[in-house]
Structure formats: C-alpha cells, structure tokens
C-alpha cells in the first residue's frame, strides 16, 4: 500500500478549479479512456460482476387476502337478522358458501372459517323457522 489513497469528494470540491488527481498512466490498457479528473473503475466493476454476486431471486408472491373474516362476518349478521327476519335466508347461504371457500384454501385460518360455517348453519335453520313459522300462520 505505497501509493496513496485517492482524494475525497470534500477534497476535490475545496480545491475548486484543480485538477487534484493525478493524470492516468498512458501505458494502462484499462485507463486510457478515462476521462480527465475522474477515477478509474474497473477494479470495481470486476469485483461487482464477478461470480461471487449472488443472483437476484424474486420475493414470493404474497398470498391473497383471506376470506374467513368476511365469512365470519357475514355470518354473524346472518344469524343476529335470523333472530328478527326469515327473509334473509340468502345471507345465509352467501355466508356459507364464503365459508366453505375460506376452508378449501390453504392460507386461511381454519378456526374462524369453521365458526362461520357453523354459524352460518345456525342462522339458515333459524331463518327457515322464521319462514315455515309465517307461512303456516298465512294458512291458519
């Protein structure tokens, strides 16, 4: 290490208007097109293509959003309405077969679809008691 280091950028910008690092050598094969006060680089670009870079791996794509939640949701008003309306046997079985999807995917919690499911199965015999309820009192 006999030669010294090149100046830094805070050094080159005090000396304004000179050239402070020295001309490059002419007998260099590397450096005979560098341009005039800028540093060679072909160290550097041979230390960063060379074949210890480790090659760029995409990152995994992120799963899609998961859809017991909604079911659960879905599934909890279902059976809060069943309690009061028969007529939205429908939302039942929206919130059942969100559900079922929600458990036929791999990335989705189990706990919260099965709750939906199983709720959204309460909420359907409600609401067909609702239904077999009022259409017998329309009979009578």
């Keep these: 290490m006999s030669e010294a280091s090149p100046p830094t950028r805070r050094a080159r910008k005090e000396v304004e208007g000179q050239t402070v690092l020295p001309e490059p050598a002419k007998t260099d094969p590397v450096d005979s097109d560098a341009e005039e006060g800028r540093l060679a680089t072909a160290q550097l670009e041979m230390a960063a293509f060379g074949d210890h870079v480790i090659p760029y791996v995409p990152p995994a794509p992120k799963p899609p959003?998961?859809?017991?939640?909604?079911?659960?949701?879905?599934?909890?008003?279902?059976?809060?309405?069943s309690f009061f309306w028969g007529w939205l046997l429908p939302?039942?079985?929206?919130?059942?077969?969100?559900a079922t999807m929600s458990l036929r995917r791999a990335h989705d919690g189990r706990r919260a679809a099965t709750w939906a499911l199983v709720l959204a199965l309460l909420s359907a015999v409600f609401s067909a008691g609702w239904l077999i309820w009022g259409f017998s009192q329309l009979a009578a």
């Design 91 to 98: 939302l039942s079985a929206v919130a059942a077969i969100v």
């Design 65 to 81: 959003p998961s859809l017991a939640p909604w079911a659960l949701l879905l599934a909890i008003a279902s059976l809060a309405s």
